[in-house]
C-alpha cells in the first residue's frame, strides 16, 4: 500500500547560462537572443524535474511510501528519469512508448526569473487503458500539471479514485486554470487539497480579494484550499478558519521547483496527522531550501530535518 501516487510530467531539465543582459522593453523586461548568432554559454547544468517527479522525490524524502504514474520514452534521459526514482526509493508504475522523453530548456533571467522552454512529449500521452489499476493501492493520489491525454486520465482517476476512498490533492498549472473552473469541475469537485499561486487562484475564482479567492475556491468543491504568493503570504482555508504565514527573507539562487517543493510538503504534511499550521510550514522550508540552490530536486528536505527548521 502506496502512501501516495504522483501523477504528471517527468523531463530532463536544462538550465543555460547564456551570461547576457537585460534590455529594456516598452511593456516587459527582456532578454534578446540575436537571430541567427552563435552564441557561447557560461554554464550549462542538467537535472532532472518534471511536477509527477518532483514531487514524487518531496514525498518520498518526507517518509512516504511513493509510487510515480507517469509515461516516459525510450531513450537514456528516460533511463536517467528511472535511475533517479529507483535511488529516490519511487516506485515506476507507468508506460514507455518508442519516442523522445520531455526536456526543459531553462534560460536565464533576471532577479531569478527563468524563461522556460517545454517539450512535455510523452509525459502528456498517458491513456487511461495504459494505467494498471491493479497497482494503484494508495491512500492519495497527487495531481500535477498535466494537459491532453494525461489530463483525461487524470479526470478518470479522480473518479475512480473517489469510488475506491483515496483522497485527491490536486495542484494544476496556470495554463490549466486559464481554461476555466468549468474545464477542472471533474477533478475539484473530487479534490481534497488544492494548492495554488495568488495569481491562479485569482484567475480561477475571478476575484481579487484574498478573502473572496479563499471562499471561491472552497465553493468549487475542495476540503482545503492553500495559496501561496511568492515572497509576500501564503495562505489556507478549510471552511471554517484562514490561516496565513510570512515567508522568510532567504538569498534566492533559482526557483524552478519551488511551487513543487512547497505544495508536496504541504500535502505530506496532512497525510502525517499534522494541523495546516504545520502543514504550512512543511511547505514553506521545503521550497525555501530548494530556491537556494539549482535544481529542482537537489534540496528537497528529509523528514527530521524539516521538522528541525521549524522549530
Given at each position: 500500500?502506496?502512501?501516495?501516487?504522483?501523477?504528471g510530467?517527468a523531463?530532463?531539465d536544462?538550465?543555460?547560462?547564456?551570461?547576457?543582459?537585460?534590455?529594456?522593453?516598452?511593456k516587459?523586461r527582456?532578454?534578446?537572443y540575436?537571430?541567427?548568432?552563435k552564441?557561447?554559454?557560461k554554464?550549462?547544468?542538467?537535472?532532472?524535474?518534471?511536477?509527477?517527479?518532483?514531487?514524487?522525490?518531496a514525498f518520498?524524502r518526507?517518509?512516504?511510501?511513493?509510487?510515480y504514474?507517469?509515461?516516459l520514452g525510450?531513450?537514456q534521459?528516460?533511463e536517467?528519469?528511472?535511475?533517479?526514482?529507483?535511488?529516490?526509493k519511487?516506485?515506476f508504475i507507468g508506460?514507455?512508448?518508442?519516442c523522445?522523453?520531455g526536456?526543459?530548456?531553462?534560460?536565464?533571467?533576471?532577479?531569478?526569473h527563468r524563461?522556460?522552454?517545454?517539450?512535455?512529449?510523452?509525459?502528456d500521452?498517458?491513456?487511461?487503458?495504459?494505467?494498471?489499476?491493479?497497482?494503484?493501492?494508495?491512500?492519495?493520489?497527487y495531481?500535477a500539471s498535466?494537459?491532453?491525454?494525461?489530463?483525461?486520465?487524470?479526470?478518470?482517476?479522480?473518479?475512480?479514485?473517489?469510488?475506491?476512498?483515496?483522497?485527491i490533492?490536486f495542484?494544476p498549472?496556470?495554463y490549466e486554470?486559464?481554461?476555466?473552473a468549468?474545464?477542472l469541475?471533474?477533478?475539484?469537485?473530487?479534490?481534497?487539497?488544492?494548492?495554488?499561486?495568488r495569481d491562479?487562484a485569482?484567475?480561477?475564482?475571478?476575484k481579487?480579494?484574498?478573502?473572496?479567492i479563499?471562499?471561491?475556491?472552497i465553493?468549487?468543491?475542495p476540503e482545503i484550499?492553500?495559496?501561496?504568493?511568492?515572497?509576500?503570504?501564503i495562505y489556507?482555508?478549510?471552511g471554517?478558519?484562514?490561516?496565513?504565514?510570512?515567508?522568510?527573507?532567504?538569498?534566492?539562487?533559482?526557483?524552478t521547483?519551488a511551487?513543487d517543493?512547497?505544495?508536496?510538503g504541504f500535502?505530506?504534511?496532512?497525510?502525517k496527522?499534522?494541523?495546516i499550521r504545520?502543514?504550512?510550514?512543511?511547505?514553506?522550508v521545503n521550497?525555501e531550501s530548494?530556491?537556494q540552490?539549482y535544481?529542482?530536486?537537489?534540496?528537497?528536505l528529509k523528514?527530521n530535518?524539516?521538522?528541525?527548521?521549524?522549530?
Amino acid at each position: 500500500m502506496y502512501d501516495i501516487i504522483t501523477t504528471g510530467s517527468a523531463l530532463v531539465d536544462i538550465f543555460v547560462d547564456t551570461g547576457l543582459h537585460e534590455i529594456k522593453g516598452k511593456k516587459r523586461r527582456l532578454i534578446a537572443y540575436p537571430a541567427g548568432a552563435k552564441i557561447a554559454v557560461k554554464d550549462l547544468r542538467f537535472s532532472i524535474g518534471g511536477g509527477g517527479t518532483n514531487t514524487g522525490v518531496a514525498f518520498s524524502r518526507l517518509g512516504l511510501k511513493t509510487a510515480y504514474l507517469g509515461k516516459l520514452g525510450n531513450d537514456q534521459a528516460a533511463e536517467q528519469i528511472l535511475n533517479l526514482l529507483k535511488k529516490e526509493k519511487i516506485d515506476f508504475i507507468g508506460k514507455k512508448e518508442n519516442c523522445i522523453t520531455g526536456h526543459s530548456i531553462i534560460l536565464d533571467s533576471f532577479e531569478h526569473h527563468r524563461t522556460i522552454l517545454t517539450y512535455k512529449g510523452p509525459s502528456d500521452m498517458l491513456r487511461f487503458n495504459e494505467v494498471d489499476l491493479s497497482k494503484l493501492k494508495t491512500r492519495w493520489i497527487y495531481f500535477a500539471s498535466a494537459m491532453n491525454e494525461t489530463f483525461k486520465t487524470q479526470e478518470k482517476l479522480a473518479a475512480w479514485a473517489k469510488k475506491n476512498n483515496i483522497k485527491i490533492a490536486f495542484n494544476p498549472s496556470e495554463y490549466e486554470v486559464k481554461l476555466g473552473a468549468k474545464y477542472l469541475k471533474k477533478i475539484l469537485t473530487k479534490t481534497d487539497i488544492l494548492v495554488l499561486n495568488r495569481d491562479e487562484a485569482g484567475i480561477l475564482t475571478k476575484k481579487q480579494d484574498i478573502k473572496r479567492i479563499l471562499f471561491g475556491l472552497i465553493k468549487l468543491g475542495p476540503e482545503i484550499v492553500c495559496v501561496t504568493d511568492g515572497s509576500k503570504m501564503i495562505y489556507a482555508y478549510d471552511g471554517v478558519e484562514i490561516f496565513s504565514l510570512k515567508p522568510h527573507k532567504v538569498r534566492v539562487v533559482e526557483t524552478t521547483g519551488a511551487g513543487d517543493a512547497f505544495a508536496s510538503g504541504f500535502v505530506a504534511g496532512l497525510i502525517k496527522g499534522k494541523d495546516i499550521r504545520f502543514a504550512m510550514k512543511l511547505g514553506l522550508v521545503n521550497s525555501e531550501s530548494v530556491i537556494q540552490h539549482y535544481g529542482a530536486k537537489n534540496k528537497l528536505l528529509k523528514w527530521n530535518e524539516a521538522v528541525k527548521r521549524i522549530k
